[in-house]
């Protein structure tokens, strides 16, 4: 079982679309989560952080269910800029440096 | 601005050959990293460093070798010991543990590499 599990996806959703992306981890103790956003032949670029209570930044908004290792995104009124590839990110409780990247979901807007 | 600075941006390398990938960063961050993607993969960690002189393997080190002679400078050397060297490389940085956001990372734009 990989670590962190993203569905690959393509989505392919119309604009004004809410779609939702879910990610699992198998590391129990791990400490940080984060959502990453990447542009084709791009670098990844911190989406936004998510916090055991759930935290919204304007569009998006991100849940973390620890009981069953879960995280997900939510995606609301999508646009066309908005298609990229979600990379679900998981950092363990020793530290940062064994941060781990789910492969990431594709997501396509259409007008 | 802040940043991270790969370069080159584009490399082709002959099999046999080693080449070095520069990263330059002047966020005063303490740790800094080096991943590889392949097409449809995560990311994947070959090396980092959390301070200056020091630095551990990541899961893929094999045919890598790193140096971290100053803070802001982390370069990556890729060896013809590397069986599939063809990738996406990616430097990044972050604060480290006792910063706020001592976790998130800062990538550069990447350094991509093909070998012939």
């Known amino acids: 079982r990989k670590e962190v599990e993203q569905d690959p996806g393509p989505f392919n959703v119309p604009e004004g679309a809410t779609v939702a992306f879910n990610c699992t981890y198998s590391n129990s103790a791990s400490q940080s989560f984060f959502w990453y956003r990447q542009d084709c032949r791009k670098e990844p670029k911190l989406l936004m952080s998510?916090?055991?209570s759930g935290n919204e930044d304007g569009r998006f908004t991100a849940q973390l269910n620890r009981a069953s290792q879960y995280i997900s995104l939510l995606i609301r009124d999508s646009k066309l800029s908005d298609s990229a590839t979600y990379l679900c990110v998981v950092t363990p409780s020793t530290g940062g440096f064994k941060t781990i990247f789910g492969a990431g979901t594709r997501l396509f807007v259409k007008a | 601005d802040g940043g991270i600075t790969q370069s080159p941006k584009y490399l082709f390398r002959k099999e046999g050959q080693n080449v070095t990938l520069s990263c330059e960063q002047n966020?005063?961050?303490?740790?800094m990293y080096w991943y590889r993607q392949d097409p449809g993969q995560g990311l994947r960690l070959i090396y980092y460093s959390q301070i200056v002189n020091d630095f551990q393997k990541g899961d893929i080190a094999e045919g890598y070798s790193v140096s971290r002679e100053k803070k802001e400078s982390f370069p990556l050397t890729v060896t013809s010991a590397q069986k599939n060297p063809t990738a996406f490389y990616l430097c990044?940085?972050?604060?480290?543990?006792?910063?706020?956001?001592?976790?998130?990372?800062?990538f550069g734009a990447g350094s991509r590499l093909t070998v012939l």
């Open positions: 990044a940085s972050s604060p480290g543990q006792g910063f706020s956001g001592a976790n998130v990372l800062t």
């Open positions: 966020l005063n961050h303490d740790a």
């Open positions: 998510v916090y055991s």
